[in-house]
């Protein structure tokens, strides 16, 4: 495995890239609150399988710059460097992998690159999270069905998330968040009682090693987490700015897996949405969404033989 | 003109004031900047004897559409927005486009993002020129025109409304319109103290014309249109995922040999030894019309209909 730096728009792009430098192109984008580091058992298996894996940490995280403007993240700006890196390894089509912030990603870089993507498979984030008609605020909408507790709400007032995890301490806030496996939207009150107390031990579950932890604490306790929150502070932004393609559809063959312990599969009209027609009317080319049972949030980690071969059964289609 | 309707049409968070008349296939007019959707009259006439349902905005931040108040809510994506917006509820999949000035620069990242609603383009003035990843497009024009280049002292909120506040508002307008200098547009301060008397009315622009944009210009103010400038550098921003693309659309493009954009340096050589057609690769016909200005399809309405006429008839 090789690290590089990629410039590209404005930014240095830190990536993890393994596989013959002929090999197709697998772009494997990461989410909230992870780094390349979450693909960590796909990359080697579609290297050997002659792909190309490259994982950035995308800006804000881990060895990625962090501009200091929160307008400097909204998803044209993702999508750019993710354009940018695309371009520097090669000039023919790539396949995509996105997992929660890296699938809305995904999303957008279909709409708006359709050139450059050969197939898609998505995971956890359902196209639901799309362009809607701009005149309801999406921010205003989430605030009003789950109040302002919940953890995109949380996430708005600049700095106030990031003094509350300084207080908590990066170590118990990563190991919270990948163990995370309510079926519920994520409530965050502002007592703090969501991170437990100081004295309680979070255990790993089997497929998190301390090892793994460790690597995490230390790239969010050098970088912080203003970069990736940042995202969320672009909610109402990116609806507003993504006029142009509101009622677009996906022209991209995909395939979205989603485990049924995911808060996300838990969001108000997430299964009708996935289940139902309008899944397949917004995205034509989905073949059918495999929900795995038993499985949470952070699916890429949690079954990550099985999301290999979910994800290299589909490209090899291409 | 009076079998011209208007309408207003909610579209992506504005109230768009929308010209139209005739029936048949939809031809979509974008004016520039200062103008409005009364820079067509002449082609949404007879275009409309022709067959056609044509179609032209007040864009947002002119005339009788929304002005929205901050500079951010005038990027190429936001006008794009409401464009769509407004063929969606015309119930229109693809649209005939036709862009001028700056609607020509929205015709072209129309074509850019959503080239699936367009058919055919007919652009004028405004070549396409492909982003810049290193260098924001303000700081270019101040690099190779000066900061007394117009972009550039469109920049500052209210510096150069004031300045504009200094002249008769038809005199001002006479000026935009009329003037044949070819030369890069440079306006110091100084220009609007001791602005002369505009030569008297081309034939082509008469005095109900000229009260026509004054009074609307007077009740609106140039903000809303100043505002594109000022989102420049924020449209330069956010369009990095289009780097590389090339816009896939039949393009007809015209200028008139006397327009100030056809007089920029290497201007010339772009647009005819295959610099356009290398990012336009269906780049079809180029025109340049002879001792004629900016604001052609008002100088030379019928020549300008029959060429747009002339290529939208093979789609």
């Known amino acids: 495995m090789e690290h590089r730096k990629i410039r590209g728009n404005g930014v240095d792009i830190h990536v993890a890239i393994q596989g013959p430098s002929d090999g197709p192109v697998v772009l494997l984008i990461h989410g909230f609150p992870t780094l390349w580091y979450s693909w960590r058992h796909q990359i080697p298996g579609l290297a050997a399988l002659g792909y190309r894996a490259v994982a950035p940490d995308l800006r804000g995280y881990g060895d990625s710059d962090a501009p200091p403007e ?95 995890i300084a207080e908590v301490g990066v170590e118990r806030v ?60 672009n909610f109402d932004l990116n609806n507003e700015l993504l006029g142009p393609w509101v009622g677009c559809k996906i022209q991209v063959p995909t395939k979205f897996v989603i485990g049924d312990q995911d808060l996300v599969y838990h969001f108000p009209g997430a299964k009708e949405y996935i289940h139902g027609p309008k899944f397949k009317e917004d995205v034509p080319l989905l073949e059918e969404p495999v ?21 290299v059964d589909f490209i090899s289609k291409f | 003109m009076e079998k011209i309707e208007h309408t207003t049409v909610s579209t992506n968070g504005i109230n768009m004031h929308v010209a139209s008349i005739g029936s048949g296939p939809v031809i979509l007019f974008l004016h520039g900047f200062p103008d409005l959707w009364y820079s067509w009259r002449h082609q949404l006439l007879s275009f409309a004897d022709l067959g056609y349902r044509a179609i032209a905005p007040d864009l947002r931040g002119y005339g009788d559409s929304d002005s929205p108040p901050s500079h951010e809510s005038y990027t190429v994506l936001h006008i794009v927005g409401d464009l769509v917006g407004l063929l969606d509820s015309l119930g229109v999949d693809q649209v005939l486009l036709v862009g001028h000035d700056w609607g020509a620069i929205i ?73 044949h200098s070819t030369r890069p547009p440079c306006i110091p301060k100084s220009v609007f103290k001791y602005l002369p008397d505009p030569p008297a009315l081309p034939a082509w622009f008469t005095e109900q014309d000229i009260c026509f944009y004054a009074d609307k210009f007077s009740q609106k103010g140039y903000t809303g249109g100043l505002n594109y400038y000022r989102a420049l550098n924020l449209s330069w921003e956010l369009t990095a995922p289009w780097d590389g693309l090339q816009i896939k659309v039949p393009v007809k493009y015209i200028v008139g040999d006397l327009d100030p954009t056809y007089h920029i340096p290497g201007t010339k050589e772009y647009i005819h030894e295959g610099g356009l057609k290398k990012h336009v690769p269906f780049l079809q016909e180029v025109v340049v019309m002879e001792g004629v200005g900016h604001f052609l399809q008002q100088e030379k309405p019928n020549e300008i209909t029959d060429h747009i006429y002339g290529f939208f008839k093979k789609f």
């Not at chain 1, 929900?291 to 099985?306: C, L, T």
């Not at chain 2, 699936?116 to 700081?139: G, I, T, Y």
């Not at chain 2, 000066?146 to 550039?152: A, I, L, P």
Request: glycine content about 6%; some cysteine.
């Open chain 1, 291 to 311: 929900v795995m049972e038993g499985v949470a949030h952070f699916i890429n980690q949690e079954k990550p033989q099985e999301i290999l071969q979910i994800i």
């Open chain 1, 174 to 233: 990563v190991r919270k968040i990948l163990t995370y496996r309510t079926p519920r939207p994520l409530i965050l009150p502002k007592d703090k009682s969501f991170w437990g107390p100081k004295d309680e031990t979070i255990p790993l579950p089997s497929w998190l090693t301390e090892e793994d932890v460790a690597y995490y604490v230390s790239k969010f306790q050098e970088k912080g987490y203003t970069g990736g929150v940042n995202y969320y502070r």
């Open chain 2, 107 to 179: 015709a072209w990242w129309m074509c850019m993002i959503r080239p699936d609603r367009v058919k055919a383009l007919v652009n004028m003035s405004v070549e396409f020129h492909p982003r810049n990843p290193s260098v924001k497009p303000v700081e270019a024009f101040k690099a190779l025109f000066g900061e007394d280049y117009y972009v550039c002292r469109f920049q500052e909120p209210g510096d150069i409304e004031e300045d504009f506040a200094q002249v008769d508002t038809k005199k001002l307008i006479n000026g935009f319109f009329t003037s």
């Open chain 1, 70 to 164: 929160i307008s400097s993240y909204t998803c044209f700006h993702m999508v750019g460097d993710l354009i940018a890196i695309v371009s520097a390894l090669t000039e023919d089509k790539v396949f995509v992998v996105g997992h929660d912030w890296g699938a809305l990603i995904a999303w957008y870089l279909c709409l708006f690159r359709p050139d450059k993507v050969k197939a898609l498979v998505n995971l956890s984030v359902p196209f639901s999270f799309g362009p809607k008609d701009s005149t309801v605020k999406p921010l205003d909408a989430l605030r009003k069905f789950y109040g302002d507790d919940f953890y995109m709400c949380r996430f708005q007032e600049a700095g106030e998330i990031e003094a509350e």
